[in-house]
Structure formats: C-alpha cells, structure tokens
Nanobody, 127 residues
Framework: QVQLVESGGGLVQAGGSLRLSCAAS????????MGWFRQAPGKEREFVAA????????YYGDSVKGRFTISRDNAKITVSLQMNSLKPEDTAEYYC????????????????????WGQGTQVTVSS
C-alpha cells in the first residue's frame, strides 16, 4: 500500500506564501502522476494542480493559475506546491494524491483519476 503524508500547512496573511510538500512511503515508484486538491467547509473538493510522472506537463485549476506552482522529485516520490499571493479564498484543507501510470487520457482535475490520497494539511489565509 502507498501512504501519502502532507506537510507545510499553517496560518498566513493575505499576499503571503506557503510551500506544501507531500511525501510517499510504502510500495512506491517514480511513475506516478501527482496532484493537489483542496476542500473548504461546506464545499466540494476542488482541483488545484497536477504534474505528470515525467514532470513534463503541469495543470492548474483556474483559481490558482499564475500564483501556485507544482513540482516533483521522482527519486524520492515527493511533490511540492508553492503557493504565492495567497488569498482568503485559498483557505482549505489541502490533499495530495497519486495516480498510477496506465493507458488512457486522464482528466487530472477529476477526483476519480487518483488511486491514493493523503489525509490533508490545513491552510488558513487571514485578511
């Protein structure tokens, strides 16, 4: 089984920055696409960013384009999310996810494309 653990969440003022990290353990390999999702109280889980197994392609939700950057280190099977120019509406529980490499054309913004999930880390942005 693959375990994902997020870290780096916390409280930050609007306009500030945070860097989230997700580390994998267990039976893991480098050929995983990785993603970040977030969920605020009373709202659906929202796609934030994703990166392919090779790191050659990245994808972002419309609400974070130009502000957030996803990156990965395949040797350690880790993924990071650099969050700049944070806004109060970014406040949410942030989850990392992993997708095994397989045939198909995935829609990385879909919750159902991912095989493993972390338990989340809280990000709170104050006004």
């Amino acid at each position: 089984q693959v375990q994902l653990v997020e870290s780096g969440g916390g409280l930050v003022q609007a306009g500030g920055s945070l860097r989230l990290s997700c580390a994998a353990s267990g039976r893991t390999f480098s050929s995983y696409a990785m993603g970040w999702f977030r969920q605020a109280p009373g709202k659906e889980r929202e796609f934030v960013a994703a990166i392919t197994w090779s790191g050659g392609n990245t994808y972002y939700g419309d609400s974070v384009k130009g502000r957030f950057t996803i990156s990965r280190d395949n040797a350690k099977i880790t993924v990071s999310l650099q969050m700049n120019s944070l806004k109060p509406e970014d406040t949410a529980e942030y989850y990392c996810a992993a997708r095994k490499l397989r045939v198909g054309s995935p829609w990385y913004g879909s919750l159902y494309e991912y095989d493993y999930w972390g338990q989340g880390t809280q990000v709170t942005v104050s006004s």
